[in-house]
């Protein structure tokens, strides 16, 4: 019974975030996104063109643009430097210092932070999520760096703050085969 409160609350709020509004962003995005991958003619455009025996090729200037703006912002990999508030947290401030790099360089920040780079240029935005790997480090779990995809989160249409520091929720939804929902939750094979 708690169950199906909680999956209808979080069905309730998905349809609150998927509003006209989202979907019209996301729909004008992957046509930015598509178009600056080199997706620039529509089918109809296509045909058009070679019915008037005009060129059908694109020369894309975009992309070389958007390769440029993700070298300039991941040429270097950021440092973490965290720093104590007197003297005696220094220490303290040395460690945490070491685990962010950790983090950061076993989970491959700089490719996913590439990814997000990228994102930002071609979707309008990109994420980077902290998360916790239970299985990593032999079952004894692991702080891990992921990329989500951006047409996959869902945030909170009445937050207003540029870092959705105002959302009352933030959601992340994933369509996936059964096969696969299968194998991820195999004690759950009759429900799925």
Same mark, same amino acid.
Request: charged fraction near 25%.
């Given at each position: 019974?708690?169950? *199906?409160? &909680? /999956?209808?609350?979080?069905?309730?709020?998905?349809? !609150?975030?998927?509003?006209?509004?989202?979907? #019209?962003?996301? &729909?004008? %995005? #992957?046509?930015?996104?598509?178009?600056?991958?080199? $997706?620039?003619?529509?089918? $109809? $455009?296509?045909?058009?063109?070679?019915?008037?025996? =005009?060129?059908?090729?694109?020369? @894309?200037?975009?992309?070389?643009?958007?390769?440029?703006?993700?070298?300039?912002?991941?040429? %270097?990999?950021?440092?973490? #430097?965290?720093?104590?508030?007197?003297? /005696?947290?220094?220490?303290?401030?040395?460690? =945490? +210092?070491? !685990? *962010?790099?950790?983090?950061? %360089?076993? +989970? @491959?920040? +700089? +490719? !996913?932070?590439? %990814?997000?780079?990228?994102? /930002?240029?071609?979707?309008?935005?990109?994420?980077?999520?902290?998360?916790?790997?239970?299985?990593?480090?032999?079952? =004894?779990?692991?702080?891990?760096?992921?990329?989500?995809?951006?047409?996959?989160?869902?945030?909170?249409? &009445?937050?207003?703050?540029?870092?959705?520091?105002?959302?009352?929720?933030?959601?992340?939804?994933?369509?996936?085969?059964?096969?696969? !929902?299968?194998?991820?939750?195999?004690?759950? &094979?009759?429900?799925?």
């Amino acid at each position: 019974m708690a169950r *199906t409160k &909680k /999956s209808d609350s979080v069905r309730q709020l998905f349809h !609150l975030a998927n509003n006209f509004t989202r979907k #019209q962003w996301e &729909k004008v %995005n #992957q046509k930015g996104f598509e178009f600056a991958h080199d $997706e620039q003619l529509t089918t $109809e $455009e296509k045909r058009s063109l070679e019915e008037q025996g =005009m060129p059908t090729f694109t020369i @894309n200037r975009i992309l070389p643009v958007v390769e440029m703006l993700n070298f300039y912002a991941t040429d %270097n990999n950021p440092r973490w #430097q965290a720093v104590g508030v007197d003297g /005696s947290d220094s220490d303290v401030a040395a460690v =945490m +210092s070491d !685990l *962010t790099d950790y983090i950061w %360089n076993n +989970s @491959n920040g +700089s +490719s !996913l932070y590439n %990814n997000a780079i990228n994102d /930002s240029v071609t979707k309008s935005i990109g994420y980077l999520l902290v998360s916790v790997d239970k299985d990593a480090d032999n079952g =004894m779990g692991e702080v891990v760096l992921q990329q989500p995809e951006p047409f996959d989160i869902y945030v909170d249409p &009445k937050s207003r703050d540029m870092l959705f520091s105002d959302a009352s929720f933030i959601m992340i939804r994933k369509v996936l085969p059964k096969n696969h !929902l299968v194998r991820l939750f195999p004690d759950h &094979k009759r429900k799925i």
